[in-house]
């Protein structure tokens, strides 16, 4: 059986089992299945995905871009051993090295990072991404030397076509921009810096912002959408 087929009949056995209310006494069993199909992936690293989470349409993208990885990445993230620090930390530093275009030396990447492949990804030293950073590596992703991504930050790299009436604004298409975080400087807390952004060095980002223009260096933003606080500037 391949894994598409097994994939499906998972899926069938799911939809009968909601239908007539037998997942309760038979959540156990199922999820068995489940995790039997999940060893299967890490035994071989072949596993179908969807080119297109809206349309579908199955690829296998285990080996031209590390899906593999990326996947164990996630899966290990949900076990208790993403909680030791110490050590789940240097294991993602050897994972952002594989999966990632570029990572630079002494990057602290903490849980449930997601990304889409990481091959659109380039952070340099001393980076840091804090729980639940969202990075759409759909277009490239480039972050400074020394800044830090607070819990929840979002950087967009993509766009949804408008202007197609043929098709609902979801199914429109979307185009890859590349947003660039300037070194040294700080994305707070939920902050969201859409597509095509540049925001520059040493620039900080207030929390709860969406920032939808380019940020010069030295400056505080905030708000929605994100406007000038200040300037923290250097002396002449």
């Known amino acids: 059986m391949t894994d598409k087929s097994r994939e499906d009949d998972l899926i069938a056995e799911f939809d009968s089992m909601v239908a007539d209310d037998s997942l309760p006494s038979s959540g156990d069993a199922f999820m068995s299945k489940v995790s039997s199909m999940v060893d299967n992936f890490y035994g071989t690293g072949q596993y179908q995905v969807a080119e297109d989470a809206l349309k579908g349409g199955d690829k296998d993208l285990a080996e031209d871009s590390h899906l ?5 990445w996630r899966m290990f993230d949900k076990t208790p051993a993403s909680m030791m620090q110490d050590f789940a930390i240097n294991l993602r530093r050897v994972l952002a090295k594989k999966v990632f275009k570029s990572v630079g030396e002494g990057v602290t990447i903490h849980h ?9 990804i380039t952070i340099g030293d001393g980076v840091f991404l804090n729980r639940n950073v969202m990075l759409d590596d759909r277009g490239p992703v480039i972050i400074g030397d020394y800044t830090g991504l607070a ?3 979002i950087i967009e790299t993509h766009s949804h076509i408008m202007d197609d009436f043929n098709e609902p604004i979801l199914y429109g298409g ?16 939920n902050a969201v810096v859409l597509a095509g952004v540049t925001v520059g060095h040493r620039a900080i980002v207030a929390s709860n912002s969406v920032v939808t223009k380019d940020v010069a260096d030295y400056h505080v933003v905030g708000g929605v959408p994100a406007k000038t606080i200040k300037v923290i500037a250097p002396e002449d």
């Open 68 to 72: 593999y990885y990326v996947m164990f």
């Open 112 to 120: 449930n990072v997601l990304f889409n492949s990481g091959k659109n």
């Open 151 to 153: 819990a929840g930050a």
């Open 174 to 189: 979307r185009l890859a921009h590349t947003t660039t975080i300037g070194g040294a400087g700080l994305i707070g807390y």
